[in-house]
């Protein structure tokens, strides 16, 4: 089933982007008639030219700095309670996400064959050589660390903020455990996990041009790295502890058992045997060698588990 410009909404969190963001909204108009300016207590008004498109554009003023996934987060709960949207796209203010891909983020979805579908910029390598290379190394390291929090090993690029979301699947997940900051983008993701919503991803480039970014970069890694271990542990309890017991939960706490107890097993007989100058037994060493092959073995069988049971496109 095609979709129709009624049926679909775009959200546009605004901060600081008024040279962009007349721009933005007119090539947006071409793909919905019902667009969210998100004003997250902006520095920088909005321009008053957007005042004649108000047939179309919805400004919603923010009283306090929500961040840019708090601003989204009102924005969607705005379009979740208008009947004929379906599917609902977040853009960028900032004019760095070029409009024409939006038939191709919103078709999956129509067709029924995706849930969730983002754009992934690393799999245009000429946009990849273009993109500054701080971006690139952080993005390649993150995204890595997102598989393993989020359980979708099959996608990359987790930090692209364009993409496009059923309202079905939107309505299933608890607002609440979506970041409000950068770190929105993998956390709403990490929640798809479990509704086992399909994610597909299309390549597209980015653009850079002078605007300035308000993103602190060297703050992304320590601020992501605890957030994506957070996200990791709950997932891992939820999904194997909480919600099913399977084959994986076995793997997962005898590994752990297994491979710790060989550790401990041999630190403390090598502690016991070095304090009284005495060599270790051969035997005693097997022994530990063996629980930790083994106990590792069995968290790699874990880990392919859990790949194999990344949700996959319908």
Not at 22 to 31: G, M, N
Not at 64 to 85: C, R, Y
Not at 214 to 221: E, H, R
Not at 268 to 284: C, E, M
Request: net charge neutral; hydrophobic share 45%.
């Amino acid at each position: 089933m095609g979709l129709n410009k009624q049926q679909i909404g775009i959200v546009i969190p605004y901060y600081n982007a008024k040279k962009h963001i007349e721009t933005v909204v007119r090539k947006a108009l071409e793909y919905s008639d019902t667009i969210v300016i998100v004003d997250d207590k902006s520095p920088e008004a909005l321009p008053e030219s957007l005042q004649q498109l108000k047939d179309a554009v919805t400004i919603l003023h923010e009283k306090e700095n929500l961040g840019v996934g708090g601003a989204t987060k009102k924005g969607f709960l705005h379009l979740q309670s208008l009947p004929d949207i379906k599917v609902i796209i977040k853009l960028d203010a900032d004019d760095q996400m070029d409009t024409a891909y939006i038939p191709q983020l919103v078709a999956p979805i129509g067709n029924g064959d995706s849930d969730f579908v983002k754009g992934n910029r690393f799999r245009d390598f000429r946009a990849l050589k273009n993109m500054p290379w701080p971006r690139r190394f952080g993005n390649l390291f993150l995204s890595f660390l997102s598989k393993v929090a989020t359980g979708y090993w099959n996608c990359f690029d987790f930090n692209n903020g364009f993409f496009a979301i059923s309202t079905n699947s939107l309505k299933l997940i608890d607002s609440n455990k979506i970041a409000n900051n950068y770190f929105f983008e993998t956390s709403l993701i990490a929640e798809l996990y479990y509704q086992k919503a399909s994610i597909k991803e299309i390549a597209m480039p980015a653009i850079y041009g002078e605007e300035t970014s308000n993103m602190k970069v060297f703050q992304m890694p320590f601020l992501f790295s605890i957030n994506l271990f957070k996200k990791f542990i709950s997932r891992i309890w939820r999904s194997y502890f909480v919600y099913d017991f399977n084959i994986g939960t076995l793997y997962i706490v005898f590994g752990h058992v297994l491979f710790f107890g060989g550790i401990i097993y041999g630190g403390i007989n090598w502690y016991h045997y070095a304090s009284k100058d005495i060599l270790t037994p051969v035997g005693t060493i097997m022994i530990s060698a063996l629980l930790i092959i083994l106990g590792f073995q069995l968290l790699l069988q874990a880990i392919q588990f859990d790949i194999l049971n990344t949700p996959k496109e319908k």
